[in-house]
């Protein structure tokens, strides 16, 4: 089965400076990878996602993610954080099941900017 | 995209209660999905509800517990039967994307059993 990890609860930087939050990914085959957010008290929103092409993918609110598949990482990115960007955030993977595609989701990263 | 809503946002109920959840896309879409969120937990998939055909749970899931309606291709209902404080989750309605690539997510049901 495909799965990704997230192995930081909770992720704290301050307004201004760069963040990453981290995401390393088991599948067999070509990964589908994405990024999802969820403010407080609101649904999943989708960030970005990489299916293939190039490395670097740019998505929604700024953020973007680097696919390395030698250290089967997914880590996304923000060259500034700002306070907005507090929220949960979710990596996934596209898996099958009973023969629809189904992402998976690491049990997500708490991003906490302080002002 | 699809525009998802929920009813209701939230609901607070007594143990061995039942509360249906309904949810409403502005498209028509093959597959909806129910998932529920513990509190500090990530996503779990209830089941898939494909229009016209009984839902498929997932492991740990059954139908007794969470039916599930799929009346139309834009609308779905997940009842919680008989419910515990272990019930007590946001229950979160998906489509997924053209390409069955992304997810598209309902603002949720944060549902509190006493």
């Known amino acids: 089965a495909q799965s990704v990890a997230q192995p930081e609860d909770q992720v704290n930087v301050a307004e201004g400076n760069p963040l990453t939050v981290k995401c390393t990914y088991s599948?067999?085959?070509?990964?589908?990878l994405f990024w999802y957010v969820q403010y407080p008290n609101r649904g999943l929103q989708f960030l970005l996602k990489?299916?293939?092409?190039?490395?670097l993918v740019k998505g929604s609110y700024g953020f973007e993610a680097e696919f390395n598949k030698s250290q089967t990482s997914f880590h996304l990115k923000k060259p500034s954080a700002l306070v907005s960007d507090s929220a949960l955030y979710f990596c996934?993977?596209?898996?099958?099941?009973?023969?629809?595609?189904?992402?998976?989701f690491g049990r997500g990263t708490s991003l906490i900017v302080h002002p | 995209s699809a525009v998802i809503s929920q009813k209701p946002s939230r609901d607070i109920c007594q143990r061995g209660t039942s509360l249906t959840i309904q949810c409403q896309v502005d498209?028509?879409?093959?597959?909806m999905f129910w998932y529920r969120q513990q509190p500090g937990q990530s996503l779990t998939l209830i089941a898939t509800?494909?229009?016209?055909?009984?839902?498929?749970?997932e492991s740990g899931f059954v139908i007794d517990k969470f039916p599930i309606s799929r009346p139309n291709l834009t609308f779905s209902t997940l009842t919680v039967s008989n419910m515990s404080p272990e019930d007590s989750s946001i229950y979160l309605c998906?489509?997924?994307?053209?390409?069955?690539?992304?997810?598209?997510f309902g603002p949720g049901t944060r549902l509190t059993v006493l």
């Open positions: 498209s028509q879409v093959t597959m």
């Open positions: 509800a494909n229009q016209g055909s009984e839902a498929t749970y």
């Open positions: 998906s489509v997924a994307g053209q390409s069955y690539n992304e997810q598209f």
């Open positions: 990489y299916i293939t092409g190039d490395n």
């Open positions: 996934a993977v596209r898996d099958i099941r009973g023969g629809s595609y189904i992402p998976t």
């Open positions: 599948v067999s085959g070509n990964p589908y």
